[in-house]
């Protein structure tokens, strides 16, 4: 049914929305790209399904702990990558942060394996029924934490005093620092901001796919960097609105023409795109609270 297959596809670009909206946070706060948030959310995940199969914790505390881990995970990879790298070079951190990211893979296949690891469905026997599509338990919390998530950065972008500082460095860091505010502080707390929803997108996509892999982080970061593209580089409504829309296509795509066109026509899309707006649907055009 097509509005089954839309509600999925919804419910896919609800995840995306999250890692894109990391990425764009570390983008506004320092211009650079940080390629470890994929792996930092399947750190997250990884230790999410641990937490929640093996361990049998509930799946709040599991999700708890994974948004913490993914905080960290960014934290340790501001620090390794992106603090101490000279401003002269740009790329040194991008490259830093992806070699980083290809350690935490290693690491994690070499103390838990390379198997997949599978994540216990939440609410088993809650189905509601819309008449048009269903919603099982787990797709559910899915929908429900991710809007959570989104609406809630939101909020505290626009409503705190931290969220302004954060929406102050990305519009100007230096003249910002001139008045008053610790920019390197808020950098910090604008990564360890993006790891928490990586973090959270992590398990969440694991809940939804049933199964999380160690080798799932530069899958998580290519599609999050097709968002951006698509949606504007730096723009928060844009990457929500191009990660809905990119979970939408992949899923009919599947329902309907094949599993292995999946990615293809989403890399057309992103090519298209290119070559008619480069600074993506709605770009870094808009006014301060957009470009973060």
């Known amino acids: 049914m097509l509005t ?8 896919l670009g609800a995840t995306y929305c999250l890692v894109a909206l990391g990425f764009n946070l570390v983008v506004g706060a320092m211009d650079r790209l940080n390629f470890a948030l994929g792996e930092t959310a399947m750190v997250s995940a990884m230790i999410g399904a641990l937490l929640m199969g093996e361990s049998g914790w509930p799946f709040a505390l599991a999700f708890l702990a994974s948004t913490v881990a993914g905080g960290i995970v960014a934290v340790v990879v501001y620090f390794a990558s992106f603090r101490f790298v000279p401003k002269e070079y740009p790329t040194a951190s991008i490259l830093s942060s992806l ?20 994540v216990p469905d939440v609410l088993p026997n809650v189905r509601i029924d819309l008449g048009i ?3 099982s338990g787990t797709q559910l919390v899915i929908l429900v934490l991710a809007a959570v998530l989104t609406v809630g950065l939101y909020l505290f972008l626009e409503k705190t005093v931290w969220g302004t500082a954060i929406r102050g460095v990305s519009d100007d860091a230096t003249m910002t620092g001139l008045l008053g505010v610790p920019v390197r502080r808020i950098i910090l707390l604008t990564f360890a901001l993006s790891g928490v929803l990586a973090g959270a997108a992590g398990l969440l996509t694991g809940l939804a796919f049933h ?33 809905l829309a990119i979970g939408i296509i992949q899923t009919l795509t599947v329902a309907y023409l094949s599993a292995t066109l999946r990615d293809l026509i989403v890399f057309i899309l992103v090519g298209i795109v290119l070559l008619v707006r480069p600074q993506g649907l ?11």
């Not at 892999?213 to 929500?240: E, K, Q, W």
């Not at 709605?282 to 973060?292: I, M, P, Q, S, Y």
């Open 282 to 292: 709605f770009g870094r055009n808009a006014g301060v609270l957009e470009r973060v």
């Open 133 to 135: 599509f269903q919603v």
């Open 99 to 118: 070699g980083f990211g290809l350690m935490l893979t290693a690491i994690v296949t070499k103390f838990l394996g390379s198997d997949q690891r599978s």
């Open 211 to 243: 199964t999380v892999s160690p080798f799932d982080g530069f899958n998580t970061t290519l599609t999050a960097l097709m968002v951006i593209v698509v949606g504007g580089l730096g723009s928060v409504s844009g990457g929500v609105i191009a990660a």
């Open 4 to 11: 089954q297959q839309l509600f999925n596809g919804l419910l």
